[in-house]
């Protein structure tokens, strides 16, 4: 997805917790245009959780014959853009010549590098009738020695991805080692991403890592006596041995992974030098980023 400001980062609703959370997030939605999406990082009180530094849960969204996702070509650097859908399909394209068709359950990694531009749009088989989109976007910052590497796009299907079942909760592991499952997808720091479904009254035990956070995608949780409700992300102390319990049914994402350096942020650039995100201002101003193959007559603006 693309930034429509140069400020990405929201001011959201931050509650303290047990001895086990540091933060509980409470994103605001972020209008888009033809839909929303709900911001969780970065804000100004928490950047990362790991390497993650940008989570945005999109939908459910639900689009009449005609209209649906059209994100017009906009540039990266820096940067590894991570999507996974529960619902719908979106088409990726890039200045690589890719050309992939992302749906439920499989995972597109995108990593920027030294400099990609993408578009997300719909086929028209899809756009022409009544449908939905419902996922989350995220964005891993590349350690220093990878940030200026060539730019790659890897698509995994979802019969690719490991699953398993831990006392009676459902489960993936769609980037990282947990739960003793190690996904194939790519990763260039320690990360960690999980996606689980719980039904009430459920417990989850969860994987120690330097860093961690948990999204609640759909339902409520409860770590101890402190409830996690619907749309909100609690990010985690380094404590061990954290257990989750589910009020409700609920669909998590649990994200997390080593402490990165400080990043620079402005709009769809992150970088570790704040003079190497001014640069990639200014090529996308000059036109010097390379066409999205396929989708070369349209463009997002850098935003004043």
């Not at 804000?43 to 849960?57: C, S, Y």
């Not at 590497?149 to 079942?165: E, Q």
Request: with cysteine.
């Amino acid at each position: 997805m693309s930034i429509e400001s140069k400020d990405l980062e929201l001011e959201c609703n931050i509650d303290k917790g047990c001895d086990a959370i540091d933060i509980i997030i409470q994103p605001r939605a972020k209008d888009l245009g033809e839909f929303s999406v709900r911001r969780t990082l970065p804000t100004k009180e928490r950047k990362t959780v790991g390497p993650w530094i940008f989570f945005d849960h999109m939908g459910p969204a639900n689009f009449p014959a005609g209209s649906g996702i059209n994100v017009r070509p906009h540039p990266h650097i820096n940067l590894a853009t991570v999507t996974y859908l529960f619902e719908g399909e979106i088409l990726h394209r890039d200045s690589l010549g890719s050309y992939a068709t992302i749906t439920p359950g499989d995972i597109n990694l995108m990593v920027a590098g030294k400099g990609i531009t993408h578009s997300e749009r719909e086929r028209p088989e899809v756009k022409n009738v009544e449908h939905t989109l419902h996922g989350l976007q995220l964005w891993l910052a590349l350690p220093e020695k990878d940030e200026e590497i060539d730019p790659a796009f890897y698509h995994y299907s979802s019969t690719t991805i490991p699953g398993t079942t831990i006392e009676g909760v459902s489960l993936r592991v769609l980037m990282g080692s947990a739960y003793g499952l190690t996904s194939p997808v790519l990763t260039y720091a320690e990360t960690l991403y999980v996606e689980a479904h719980m039904q009430a009254g459920q417990i989850l035990a969860l994987p120690n890592c330097e860093e961690r956070a948990i999204y609640v995608a759909k339902g409520s949780l409860k770590i101890k006596d402190t409830v996690i409700p619907e749309f909100a992300m609690v990010v985690l102390s380094a404590a061990e041995g954290v257990m989750i319990e589910a009020t409700k049914e609920c669909r998590i994402a649990l994200i997390g992974g080593e402490k990165m350096a400080k990043r620079y942020i402005e709009w769809n650039f992150i970088s570790s030098r704040k003079e190497r995100v001014e640069q990639a201002k200014q090529d996308w101003l000059a036109g010097r980023f390379p066409k999205v193959v396929g989708d070369e007559h349209e463009f997002i603006p850098l935003p004043k």
